[in-house]
């Protein structure tokens, strides 16, 4: 009944007409190499403002899901993955189309980028619930165990270099203590600049991050055509895979659904990780292993199918914890925050109906997705050939509009350039970003959660050991990082 009723609450023009406005420019910053679906977001969040919290979400899900879906087109006309979450697509899809089957092979990545995404929301209907039910008995010990797992699994999962991952988890800590302290209002790392009383904003400090990060980067490389890449000429017709290929390949679909919800669900991973395992896993249980990279259906189905599988995974922690499960999420979670709302188990008990129209947003719009896609097809093709000096002029424009849009504060513009900078440093010498946004948005929930954990035992520290569930959550952190660390020693010992 809550699921119909989810249904009949996003049943209007106005939500409609979001999720087709949304998930149109998601699936246009996903297919431009340069820009991506996070970004889109990042830029538009604050066009939510004036929104109720379900229109919202209908422009934010078509974003993130045209977003990550959008990464197909180039990736298998240009052979240059759109987003990161397509990297593994260009392995099969860029030689099945110099073989003369471009529309088979978009074909195909359409389809399972549908199937893979739609299964992870009916894992996330009936997932979520279950988990809000086990974390809504959850303390302030069992909020900053969860907490501290998540910062060490991005930290050391991310990335080559598990100690860059740490730092820049810890930069992103240090940032999000600037300002008044989260219990008693203490200023801390102020400086004397009443300015930063308040700490920094999150939105102009994802779009720092995410937006102006990757302008920087442009202008190192300098401004190259995406034009001048031979756009490769198709005709699309059905979905290009035949009956005997889908029972193929059915086994090859189940296993990179699952990989994309379970690596979804770890927090900070996200799609970037999952199509590449997916696609990895995918060819080492092949009969013929030897095919894959010659421009095969399987991988082009085990990379996106587990890239948009990914979606709904990463929504469980961040709707029954609070916990983003990657980059996009944690733009979410601002969302959610804007908007008055709390993630985490209360939010299935004191807006139920919210949660189930967010599921039901999360469902129709991969219908939408599937729609434009397949009959937009030509468009968003063309669209590959605009300069991209003009492109990233737009972008500029909007990050500077957002930015100020958000409080009305000209300090905000100098905020995105000062993490545009930060963000550019972090990408350049492979830091990484995840583990700085995970740090960012994490600090405060750990910080409250284990300065109420004290309190309620009495500054006895060992509570957050002897709590059953607190302590399998501190065990696993401090084994993972041990593990990661051996990992690597044993590593430069052999090179």
Request: hydrophobic share 50%; proline share 4%; with cysteine.
């Amino acid at each position: 009944m809550q699921m119909l009723n989810g249904f009949a609450s996003i049943m209007n023009l106005p939500c409609i007409l979001l999720m087709f406005v949304g998930t149109a420019i998601g699936i246009v910053f996903g297919a431009i190499p340069g820009l991506t679906g996070t970004m889109a977001i990042s830029l538009c969040l604050s066009m939510t403002f004036g929104m109720t919290p379900i229109q919202a979400f209908c422009m934010l899900s078509g974003l993130y899901i045209g977003g990550i879906s959008g990464g197909l087109i180039s990736a298998i006309l240009l052979k240059i993955p759109g987003t990161p979450s397509s990297i593994a697509t260009t392995f099969d899809g860029a030689p099945m189309a110099e073989k003369g089957q471009p529309g088979k092979a978009l074909g195909i990545g359409l389809i399972y980028s549908f199937l893979g995404g739609l299964l992870s929301i009916f894992v996330l209907m009936f997932l979520a619930p279950v988990i809000a039910k086990i974390a809504i008995k959850f303390g302030p010990q069992e909020y900053f165990a969860v907490g501290v797992f998540s910062l060490t699994m991005i930290s050391v999962m991310v990335g080559k270099n598990p100690i860059k991952g740490i730092a820049s988890c810890v930069l992103g800590m240090f940032f999000s203590m600037v300002g008044s302290a989260p219990i008693d209002n203490a200023l801390r790392f102020t400086f004397g600049w009443h300015i930063l009383n308040s700490g920094f904003a999150l939105l102009p400090c994802m779009i720092g991050l995410f937006a102006v990060s990757e302008l920087l980067l442009a202008a190192e490389e300098g401004i190259k055509d995406i034009g001048s890449a031979e756009v490769k000429s198709y005709s699309l017709h059905g979905f290009g895979i035949t009956a005997q290929e889908f029972k193929d390949n059915f086994v090859n679909f189940i296993r990179s659904a699952l990989i994309g919800i379970g690596i979804g669900i770890l927090p900070g991973i996200g799609g970037g990780t999952a199509n590449v395992v997916a696609y990895s896993v995918a060819q080492a249980q092949s009969k013929h292993p030897e095919k894959f990279g010659t421009g095969i259906p399987d991988g082009i189905i085990a990379s996106e199918t587990s890239n948009n599988a990914s979606v709904g995974g990463a929504m469980v922690p961040l709707l029954t914890l609070g916990i983003p499960g990657d980059t996009v999420t944690a733009l979410l979670l601002a969302a959610m925050i804007m908007h008055g709302l709390n993630p985490g188990p209360l939010l299935f008990v004191k807006n139920s109906a919210l949660v189930y129209s967010i599921f039901a947003i999360f469902f129709v719009t991969h219908f939408v997705m599937l729609f434009i896609q397949y009959f937009g097809m030509k468009e968003f093709v063309k669209i590959l050939r605009v300069p991209r000096h003009i492109l990233l002029s737009v972008v500029i424009l909007l990050c500077i509009v957002g930015a100020y849009g958000n409080n009305n504060r000209i300090s905000d513009i100098g905020c995105i350039i000062f993490f545009g900078f930060i963000g550019y440093l972090l990408i350049k010498y492979e830091f990484g970003l995840s583990p700085f946004i995970l740090g960012f948005i994490l600090c405060s929930t750990v910080e409250t959660n284990f300065r109420n954990g004290l309190s309620y035992s009495m500054g006895d520290g060992t509570s957050f050991f002897t709590h059953p569930i607190s302590a399998a959550f501190l065990a696993v952190a401090i084994f993972t990082v041990a593990w990661t660390v051996i990992k690597n020693i044993r590593k430069k010992r052999i090179i």
